[in-house]
Each structure stands twice: as structure tokens, then as C-alpha cells.
């Protein structure tokens, strides 16, 4: 078992499934303490944790809805009572639903800004009194905010609000030795991506990129692992587009 007391402390929200999961796999195996954030998905947090703890790592999963401030609260206590202040924070947990602009209901765009854009507002801001000088902010944009394609409309507005958010945030932590990053993902073979596309829509995704695949969520836990470890410490206020070479 790690010693949790020297280990660093990282959060991954929205960790239960997908390329969150797998961030938090790697950041186990780095020698992270990781809390496993989630939303819901209670039961694959808890398996997730239950796996970690097995490969010898100090991990607990925290319930928390990144789009109230109260919960991202609670989040940081606990992390804090369990493993100490936080070093790695990783804005992963997001919604996407593609939907033409004029066709979008209310509701999704309250929600969308509510996940995408107020939650990691919230973990920011709670990071900027409570994270450890030296810390990493990895932020999670997307590559569809290159392709400018019909339906990506309000996703794309709040990715590049978080986009935003990561180069000013970077220049507003002077002095105290954080970085803060995004990685903008392409297609990720994830559920998030392959649920309610036909395996011809999923074909030409993975023949957009020169690599002709689509991403594994392994692909994007690596360029995280990297932006939070000793080898990102001069990445600062980028954004890295890990997407195979699709834009």
C-alpha cells in the first residue's frame, strides 16, 4: 500500500467510467493518491476504487456534482480528512449531446453550462485557496471545437469558455508554481462517443485522423499523466490537442 501521508493527492471528476476511469488508473499506478469522483455511477466507482486498492493504490470514490458549488466543497474536505491537500486536479466529468443550435431545448443548454462550464468553474476556484503550491490543473476542452461541425454548437461554446478559463487561470496562479492545462480529445472510443452512432458513422470518425483509429481512453490518460507529472512542469496555459492529427 502507498504511504498516503507522502503520496501525492490527485482529483479526477467524473472518474467512474471512460477516459476519467482511465486517468485515474494511470494516475494510481504514478503513485497518486486519486479520489474517483463521480456524479451517479456509484456502483463503478466503488468497483473502480475496490480495483485500485487491490493493485496496491490509496484511492476513495466521492460523490459530488461538479455544477454545485456546495458538493465541489465537500469534494475538497474530504479529499483533504482522507489524503491531504490536493496536488493534481483534472476537469474530466462533461455532458455532450449534439443537437443543431435551433432545435436545442432550454434544458440542455442550462445543463450543458451547468457540467461543462460552472463545474469546472466551481473546481477552479476551489483549487485556487485549497491545491498545493506546485500543483497541476489539467482541463478537459475537445477537438470538436476545431472542426466547427453542425450540431456541436453549444458544446463547442462551453469548451471554449473552458478553454478560457485555462489560459487565464494559468497567468492568474503566478508565483505559486501551478500549471494549469487542457487536453482537447478527438474521437475517443469511449460510450460517450460510440453510443447511438451506426458502425458506419463510427468508421468514418476513425478514418478521420492520418493515424486511421480512434483514440483509446488510454491514448488520453497518457498526455494527462504527462501534464501532471515531473515531464509537463514547463506546459503551462496550453491547450493539447491529442487527436491523432485530425486537426
Avoid: C
Amino acid at each position: 500500500m502507498n504511504n498516503v501521508k507522502n503520496a501525492q493527492v490527485a482529483i479526477v471528476t467524473g472518474a467512474s467510467r471512460g477516459i476519467g476511469a482511465a486517468i485515474a488508473r494511470r494516475l494510481a499506478s504514478d503513485g497518486f493518491a486519486v479520489v474517483v469522483n463521480y456524479a451517479a455511477s456509484s456502483k463503478e466507482a466503488d468497483a473502480l476504487v475496490s480495483e485500485l486498492k487491490e493493485q496496491g493504490a490509496a484511492a476513495i470514490a466521492v460523490k459530488a456534482d461538479v455544477s454545485n458549488a456546495d458538493d465541489v466543497r465537500r469534494m475538497f474536505d474530504t479529499t483533504e480528512q482522507q489524503f491531504g491537500k490536493v496536488d493534481v486536479l483534472v476537469n474530466n466529468a462533461g455532458i455532450l449531446k449534439t443537437v443543431p443550435l435551433a432545435e436545442t431545448s432550454d434544458a440542455y443548454f442550462a445543463q450543458a453550462f451547468d457540467i461543462n462550464v460552472r463545474g469546472t468553474f466551481n473546481t477552479l476556484r476551489e483549487a485556487a485557496t485549497r491545491m498545493n503550491d506546485g500543483g497541476r490543473i489539467v482541463n478537459f476542452s475537445s477537438t470538436t471545437l476545431a472542426l466547427n461541425m453542425p450540431g456541436y454548437s453549444v458544446y463547442n461554446a462551453t469548451k471554449a469558455a473552458v478553454e478560457s478559463f485555462t489560459h487565464v487561470f494559468a497567468k492568474e496562479l503566478r508565483g505559486r508554481n501551478i500549471t494549469v492545462n487542457a487536453v482537447a480529445p478527438g474521437p475517443v472510443a469511449t460510450s460517450l462517443f460510440l453510443d447511438g452512432k451506426t458502425e458506419e458513422q463510427i468508421q468514418t470518425f476513425a478514418k478521420l485522423p492520418p493515424l486511421q483509429r480512434l483514440g483509446q481512453p488510454e491514448d488520453i490518460a497518457s498526455v494527462v499523466a504527462f501534464l501532471a507529472g515531473r515531464d509537463g512542469a514547463w506546459v503551462n496555459g496550453q491547450i493539447l490537442r491529442a487527436n491523432g492529427g485530425v486537426a
